[in-house]
């Protein structure tokens, strides 16, 4: 059973342009995220009563670019700063090196911590200690449903299979962390094992520290 939230479009929506939500109250706090924790975020946002949030959410196809995170994410806070009381920005550190952060201190709002969000949904600390993990290849429910945009074809898989070897070869096991409960996504996250060669683990995370970091601006 799909539990994702009816207000939240498509993923190839988010992939491609995002979210932009407005709460039904008067909002005073803006969270800038990703496109692809927007349901996640939704779905705590309703559980939560938390109706004075707006959602502006980037594409989720910037994860293939990273480099471009900051100056987006830097534009949003730019445009929007004098419309709202406070900003959190749910993007751990993506692929940028630090410079999304430096950003954010520069302008004076808060993010989430972490290096990526499969740190932050299994909890930063407790991802740490996965020092065997090394060789492992991880997918959150929007990447198992997002695998063949944001893997498969940019990679070049659909058409030339034989550089599964090169690109996977070191790895050795995936780890699925489900934020939901959903058996059709864990057979497909399996599925998504067996077709890259890869021993295969399901870790039930929920929603992590995404859940408690909003908590607290709330």
């Known amino acids: 059973m799909d539990q994702r939230p009816a207000l ?9 342009q995002g979210l932009d939500l407005a709460a039904p109250e008067p909002a005073r706090l803006l969270l800038i995220g990703c496109g692809a924790l927007a349901h996640e975020v939704v779905a705590l946002i309703a559980a939560n009563g938390w109706h004075h949030m707006d959602l502006k959410c980037l594409p989720a196809k910037l994860h293939l670019r990273p480099e471009l995170i900051t100056d987006a994410v830097a534009g949003l ?7 709202y009381e406070r900003i959190f920005v749910l993007y751990a550190d993506c ?14 709002v808060e993010m989430l911590q972490g290096p990526h969000c499969y740190s932050f949904y299994e909890g930063n600390a407790a991802f740490a200690e996965h020092d065997d993990e090394v060789t492992a290849f991880y997918l959150t429910d929007f990447l198992a449903r997002q695998f063949d945009a944001f893997v498969w074809k940019p990679m070049g898989l659909d058409r030339h299979p034989e550089l599964l070897e090169m690109y996977f070869g070191n790895y050795t096991k995936l780890v699925y962390q489900a934020q939901v409960r959903d058996a059709q996504q864990e057979a497909r996250a399996a599925e998504i094992a067996a077709r890259l060669g890869l021993e295969y683990e399901y870790r039930f995370t929920g929603y992590g520290e995404l859940a408690t970091s909003l908590a607290r601006q709330a």
């Open 8 to 16: 939240v479009p498509a993923d190839e929506v988010l992939r491609e």
């Open 77 to 83: 806070v730019d445009k929007h700063r004098q419309d």
């Open 95 to 108: 692929g940028t090196g630090g410079l999304l952060a430096a950003k954010c201190a520069e302008l004076g």
